[in-house]
């Protein structure tokens, strides 16, 4: 599987170039499957949902020109044969991750059993994420965010889904699909938290690699080989 990891989705030229590059075929060729889970954590999630999904949000995502365009909301796979899903996820080009809170999103992928999918894709799979959705990959716990919110001052808190077995056990854990973590929306103008000075604090106290990206950066992640596309401004830091 291939990692395009964002801040804000399909935000300029060189995001979208790296894309296309990353399917090997036009959008307009390719199928894709947006996940929405991640924004539930937030109050209004439903209908930013259904912004993502429409392809109005502020993170250009679903509105690219895809072939085939499907949904696959993770809190309704558990209830669900995996027969009529997991044929969906192998055969798509795109899995789309919309933004949002991570460890909620990150609850679901394993309740629903994509955790373990995801792994197993097939190498010509391109994960696209945005914001939360790009964070859910990284090795980032519960812990390394205290006193350091993401995305919102009432950070909803996937630790008080588990008990305390789970914590022991570290499943209050992302996924650590990529060996570096990373901080979107650097120094954006209504989030004060993402600022360059505090973020640098931060990632003093990180024991994995970081990057720092704003609104016009992504990352690529290819057989473990990270490459930045900008025509904005990041910053790395190695502990």
């Known amino acids: 599987m291939k990692f395009l990891l964002t801040s804000c989705g399909m935000s300029n030229g060189s995001i979208r170039n790296t894309l296309v590059d990353l399917l090997g075929k036009p ?3 390719s199928s ?6 991640a924004v539930y954590a937030y109050p209004g999630g439903a209908a930013m949902a259904y912004q993502l999904i429409r392809g109005v949000a502020a993170s250009p995502l679903c509105e690219l ?5 499907g949904v696959l909301e993770l809190t309704a796979l558990p209830s669900i044969k995996e027969d009529h899903w997991v044929p969906l996820v192998q055969e798509t080009d795109a899995l789309l991750v919309g933004g949002g809170d991570p460890f909620y999103l990150c609850y679901w992928m394993r309740q629903s059993g994509l955790a373990d999918l995801l792994p197993e894709l097939a190498r010509e799979t391109v994960y696209v994420g945005v914001s939360g959705g790009s964070m859910v990959v990284t090795p980032i716990s519960g812990e390394q965010y205290d006193g350091i919110d993401p995305l919102d001052p009432h950070h909803w808190r996937v630790s008080v889904m588990l008990d305390q077995a789970d914590l022991q056990t570290g499943s209050n ?3 650590g699909l990529v060996d570096f973590t990373l901080y979107p929306h ?18 003093a106290g990180v024991d994995v690699p970081v990057y720092l990206i704003d609104d016009q950066t992504a990352l690529t992640v290819i057989d473990g080989v990270v490459e930045v ?3 904005g401004h990041w ?5």
């Open 27 to 29: 959008i307009a060729e």
């Open 32 to 37: 894709a499957l947006c996940i929405p889970t």
């Open 65 to 69: 020109g895809w072939k085939s365009l």
């Open 173 to 175: 854990r992302a996924l």
């Open 186 to 203: 650097l120094d954006h103008p209504s989030m004060p938290e993402a600022s360059l000075a505090n973020l640098e604090r931060w990632a």
């Open 229 to 231: 596309v900008s025509e």
């Open 235 to 239: 910053k790395r830091f190695v502990s």
